[in-house]
């Protein structure tokens, strides 16, 4: 079965310093895997995906995500954190198996604060 | 193109009480999905529908019904409200399939049950 684990649940960084949330998977398959970003009391929105294609996938606000077969990884980063960065971010697997094709795993989420 | 809309934004119920929580989208999508949201748990499925006039169960689907009569509406029925069904549910839509694929999801319902 599909899992994803985001290693940290709250991470915090300053106001145009790096950001790095982590996320390993656990797939029997070539996973499509995702990052979807959601700020308080709002909708959740797609920030990335990979679907097989480029390793290195770019997303919305600068963000990015690689991913590693061999470390079954898919760390999202930025380089520089912005105030607005301020949100919950969710790793994301698609699952594969029988009817439910489609269906989303989602890790527990990573908490950002960014301070000034 | 509304996109996913849910209906209500919160609501308060009382133990035992039933309601409907309304999804609509008007993308066409076949596949459409509820979850919930809990603190520390991420989001968990309850139901989904890969087209009108099929569901099936996900991951906590006790306590909850769905139903799919057309290919815009998913509604979510709480038979008896419990204080544990206290969370906040968000309704998603997608295509199938393919490597297209993106899940839209609504502003989602903020719902107490006291």
């Known amino acids: 079965a599909q899992s994803v684990t985001q290693l940290d649940s709250h991470v915090s960084v300053s106001e145009g310093t790096p950001v790095l949330l982590r996320c390993n998977y656990s797939s029997s398959y070539s996973p499509s895997l995702f990052w979807y970003v959601q700020h308080p009391n709002k909708g959740l929105q797609l920030l990335l995906k990979y679907t097989s294609a480029a390793t290195l996938v770019k997303g919305i606000n600068g963000f990015e995500a690689e991913f590693k077969k061999s470390e079954t990884s898919f760390h999202l980063t930025k380089p520089s954190a912005h105030m607005s960065d301020a949100a919950e971010y969710f790793c994301?697997?698609?699952?594969?198996?029988?009817?439910?094709?489609?269906?989303?795993?989602f890790g527990k989420g990573t908490k950002l604060s960014v301070k000034p | 193109n509304a996109g996913v809309t849910q209906t209500p934004k919160f609501q308060v119920l009382k133990t035992g009480q039933s309601m409907t929580l309304q999804c609509a989208q008007d993308m066409n999508h076949e596949y459409m999905s509820w979850y919930r949201q809990d603190p520390g748990m991420g989001l968990r499925l309850i139901h989904y529908?890969?087209?009108?006039?099929?569901?099936d169960q996900g991951e906590v689907p006790n306590g909850y019904n769905v139903s799919r009569s057309t290919t815009e509406d998913f509604p979510l029925r709480l038979l008896s409200a419990a204080p544990s069904q206290t969370s906040v549910y968000f309704c998603?839509?997608?295509?199938?399939?393919?490597?297209?694929?993106?899940?839209?999801f609504g502003p989602g319902t903020r719902l107490t049950v006291l």
């Open positions: 998603a839509s997608s295509y199938a399939s393919g490597n297209m694929y993106e899940q839209f």
């Open positions: 994301v697997v698609r699952d594969y198996y029988g009817g439910s094709q489609g269906n989303l795993i």
């Open positions: 529908s890969v087209g009108a006039g099929i569901t």
